[in-house]
């Protein structure tokens, strides 16, 4: 069935593949929804968005996206209340956070109301997608590829914005083991490290691997200069609770401005929890690890929401961290789902009602 909605247009699947599915047993990632969104940006403009059944698409072998690498997306989450009701979280700061993206990487920006007119539409037509009960989500990953054929260097002039959803169960929902990286680096000054662009993630593989094949899942990245301060993880902002107080590193050139780190720091401090926001010298963990003093490590980010860390590893030295009492990882991941799947008030308004 076709039909124009106020600015997209919409062609719905013949018939969902929704039976198809075990939502019991969803491995993350593999299976999308319904229908994706795509819209594209052509003689200088966006074009009206189409909202369209899944599937997939073709491209000349030339297209500068797979070339030079110009692409960039996001991670949101849609969360189902116990009245059927689906939410998202601050997803204005997704919509700020992939324009920023896009910029750093010579790509258009993007209109707010075909962001949130397509979001809505999709979710709206895949609502059945979306299940109730805790850790189940429909994660939405928004993404801009530069579609113009040839293989010359330089920006693109005609783009493709996407959004594609797929069902979603807990994502890194057992605690890590992680490596702090004392020889590569994610991101350097100047660089591309604040931007969700694809090449970020593909150049981090490789020492992570070397990080798994070690028994880490995951690398915590350090500064490019002098490997002295502790950045952040591959998909997560990471916290460190020395004492009873938290401590992160700012957001700035070289890491990302994250959502639940940013809704972390709010929530601390709604609940009289002192958190320092500063540079984290690898050092001075290390020995608050070694005085006992390192109570807690945890990620936060879209996909896990925030995942406790048991321990690291620095210059081939392992450090387990205790197990505490009330460990405020525990505490802000049910603050942020009680919220998330309206549970409970949203002071701050975090919540969007599809
Ligand atoms: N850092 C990096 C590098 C990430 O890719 C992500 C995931 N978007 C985060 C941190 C966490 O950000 P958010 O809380 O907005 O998901």
């Keep these: ?88 979280f601050r997803p204005e700061r997704n919509f700020e ?24 539409a999709l979710i709206t037509l895949d609502h059945d997608w979306v299940k109730k009960g805790q850790g189940n989500s429909l994660y939405i990953r928004p993404f801009v590829i530069a579609t113009e054929k040839g293989v010359a260097a330089a920006p693109s002039t005609s783009y493709r914005f996407m959004i594609i959803t797929c069902p979603a169960q807990a994502y890194y929902n057992k605690a890590v083991k992680v490596l702090f990286s004392e020889k590569y680096s994610r991101a350097a000054s100047g660089g591309v ?53 938290l401590v ?10 994250g959502v639940t780190r940013a809704s972390v720091i709010q929530l601390a401090k709604d609940n009289g929890i002192e958190v320092e926001v500063g540079p984290v ?26 995942a406790q860390v048991t321990g690291f590893e620095y210059q081939n030295k392992y450090h387990d961290l205790p197990e505490v009492e009330n460990p405020y990882n525990v505490f802000f991941k049910s603050k942020l789902q009680d919220i998330q799947y309206n549970r409970t008030e949203d002071p701050h308004g975090w919540r969007y009602a599809i």
Excluded at 7 to 15: A, E
Excluded at 32 to 52: A, K, L, T
Excluded at 63 to 85: C, I, L, R, S
Excluded at 102 to 118: G, H, M, N, T, V
């Design 281 to 306: 010298k690898v050092k001075r963990i290390v020995e608050a690890a070694e005085k006992g003093e390192l109570k807690e490590i945890f990620g936060a980010g879209t996909a896990a929401t925030i």
């Design 1 to 88: 069935m076709e039909r124009k909605a106020a600015l997209l247009d919409i062609k719905k699947v013949s018939q969902s593949r929704i039976h198809e599915v075990d939502f019991n047993n969803l491995p993350f990632g593999k299976v999308y929804s319904d229908h994706m969104m795509y819209c594209d940006f052509v003689d200088g403009e966006w074009q009206r968005p189409q909202v369209v059944p899944y599937g997939p698409m073709q491209f000349d072998p030339s297209t500068k996206v797979f070339h030079y690498g110009q692409a960039v997306f996001e991670g949101m989450k849609a969360f189902k209340d116990d009245n059927d009701q689906v939410w998202l």
């Design 193 to 245: 490290g604040f931007a969700k662009a694809a090449g970020n993630y593909g150049a981090q593989f490789y020492p992570t691997n070397l990080a798994k094949e070690k028994g880490y899942e995951q690398v915590i990245w350090t500064d490019a200069d002098k490997h002295e301060y502790l950045e952040e993880a591959g998909t997560m902002n990471i916290f460190f609770r020395i004492n009873d107080k």
């Design 97 to 120: 956070r992939i324009n920023k993206s896009s910029k750093r990487l010579a790509i258009p920006e993007f209109p707010k109301d075909y962001f949130f007119e397509s979001l809505k």
């Design 248 to 257: 992160t590193a700012p957001t700035n050139e070289r890491i990302l401005k």
